[in-house]
């Protein structure tokens, strides 16, 4: 834990120091690069492990419990926050209303792009799987090393992306002390519903069911760090099998916000996107997002995705290691 967050706030430093390098241009592309190579790592991982590739069915049905759990508690904490909080104001107007003043060739043209995004996540991973399944990669790249060592390269990117964001400023500017009950009730909400899960998976104790949940859909960290710290606790197979559920229930609450955006907006308000957005409010599901709740929402949705994600590395370590 202690590493990757050093690794983390070391980046943010270096980023704020060469906030005007011409380089960071290229970071989001490196960031992506670097996520899609960090899972097909822990898909070596994964498709060596042959307990683990005979039991995906299960692990993907325990995945969509949790991912559907986890959304549905996010939806309930933001629609009480905006029903107490913020119902007689509060929040930035909206210039036409939501869905309705989103154009739907738009919401569409961006949901194209975010579902090829995700597919390409996906073909990595089940690429790692093949791979590691057929022996077709040495031994050596399946211990889990060096997708450790990606992982660190990837923090000390993302820290460094954080750090050099020009528009941080404006983002603490533009919003009040409020705004922090959003993504506290996504994070509580989310860990509620999760940690109601393990009354039904029964091979799954409370403190799994709360790991795999708080990675509100940062399915490369999370995924990678439970990993990490269960192989010491209950071996490499069980430790990849609930990487794997992690990683998974992570995808599919991206999916879900993705899919059902304008739907949640209707039953539960226009926070709740944001909300079930979980981490991936500040990035991959922020257009969608943008589209269905309007583009006054977007430096709020920004920022409880830099808060979310901020509290994966801590929340994920906390309950891995229970």
């Not at 192989?231 to 599919?252: C, D, H, R």
């Amino acid at each position: 834990m202690f590493k990757v967050l050093f690794i983390t706030f070391s980046g943010i430093a270096i980023g704020y120091l060469l906030r005007r390098a011409s380089w960071l241009g290229f970071l989001p592309k490196s960031i992506t690069y670097t996520i899609w190579l960090l899972l097909f790592f822990f898909g070596l991982q994964v498709g060596a492990n042959e307990q683990v590739v005979m039991n995906l069915d299960a692990l993907g049905l325990k995945a969509l419990v949790i991912a559907t759990a986890g959304s549905l508690g996010s939806c309930c904490a933001a629609w009480a926050i905006y029903r107490f909080f913020f119902r007689h104001g509060g929040l930035p107007s909206s210039e036409a209303g939501g869905t309705e003043a989103a154009g739907k060739g738009e919401r569409s043209g961006m949901g194209i792009v975010q579902f090829m995004g995700g597919f390409i996540v996906v073909a990595f991973f089940a690429l790692g799987c093949v791979c590691g399944w057929t022996g077709f990669i040495p031994a050596s790249l399946t211990d889990g090393n060096a997708s450790m060592y990606v992982l660190y390269f990837l923090m000390i990117q993302v820290g460094i992306s954080i750090g050099s964001d020009k528009k941080l400023k404006d983002i603490l500017r533009s919003l009040r002390p409020k705004l922090l009950l959003l993504p506290l009730g996504t994070i509580i909400g989310t860990l509620a519903f999760a940690a109601a899960t393990s009354l039904f998976l029964v091979d799954m104790g409370l403190a799994d069911c709360l790991a795999v949940g708080a990675g509100f859909g940062y399915y490369s960290l999370s995924s990678v760090l439970i990993t990490q710290i269960k192989e010491m606790q209950i071996g490499v197979a069980l430790a990849a099998q609930l990487g794997t559920v992690a990683l998974m229930s992570n995808i599919m609450r991206e999916v879900i916000t993705l899919l059902f955006a304008p739907v949640i907006y209707k039953v539960f308000g226009k926070l709740a996107p944001i909300s079930v957005g979980g981490a991936t409010s500040m990035d991959s599901t922020l257009p969608v997002i943008t589209s269905v709740c309007g583009k006054e929402l977007v430096f709020i949705s920004i920022f409880h995705g830099v808060l979310v994600d901020f509290s994966v590395p801590f929340l994920v370590t906390f309950f891995a290691s229970v």
